[in-house]
């Protein structure tokens, strides 16, 4: 039993979105009944039930537009059941850090056949836009943990969404990674090196292939039959090839 963290709800597989509302009813029965002891959800005891109706508000949103049919009257229970009022706030449980919990989770899930591979890359792309969008608004610079550069945020590696154009050493989004903050007095030197390595990958970006993805308006990758990497014409095999051929040649003098 869990509350999947409020950002994966449009993306959950619709069994487990159906899953997840059965779980929420059995939160709010055992709730009221004063039994709710489960480690994993016994935490939303702790905050006003404004917080609950709150998650209940955007789960059953999410069964709306999937056409997924429910009991409204149970969503009436679970709104009498919080004095009818709401935070839009999502729990302060659901961060970043529960957000990674969370996709190790269904990774899990995945590797054990659980969940499909059009389903596993919808979870993939939402969770490479979030933590791109933490790297963003939390304003920090994320080093590679061999030869202390900037990394450079990319798809061109199954698994490996972070890259270092200097050592050519790749990594997963959820990396020892070194975490160079805004308030950093080093931070306006890396922020530099970090663009110019952005700019330097842009050019060469556009004509690598990523290994694990579809293409839009591919007849195969609408099928989701196989990855575009496992169909390429020729002219995309030339142009990946020498695209890598590229990065790989890339040094940086270091002083």
Partial sequence: MRLWDYRLLKVL????IVSQWRECMAIKRQWEKGTLKHR???????????YFIAYIVRLSVELDNRNIKYKHKYFEEFYKFCDGKYY???????NDRYLKQCYYNLQEKYDRGIITKEEWQKIEDL?????????????????????????????????????CLNCKNSYPM??????????????????IKQRIYKNIFKAIEKDFIPKRCYKNKCEKCEKREEYHYQHLTNL?????KVARQTL????????
């Fill in 88 to 94: 839009k706030e999502p729990y302060p449980e659901h």
């Fill in 174 to 191: 959820f990396c020892d990674s070194i975490s160079i903050e805004k308030d950093d007095e080093d931070f306006k030197y890396y922020e």
């Fill in 236 to 240: 995309e095999k030339l142009k990946d």
């Fill in 127 to 163: 969770i490479r836009k979030e933590v791109w969008m933490m790297s963003i608004f939390n304003k920090t610079i994320e080093l590679c943990p061999y030869c202390k550069e900037p990394l450079v945020w990319t798809f061109i590696y199954p698994g490996a969404e972070w890259y």
């Fill in 40 to 50: 994993l959800v016994s935490y939303v005891q702790n905050y006003s039930k404004d």
């Fill in 248 to 255: 790989k040649r890339i040094k940086f003098n270091k002083k």
């Fill in 13 to 16: 597989p619709d069994k487990m």
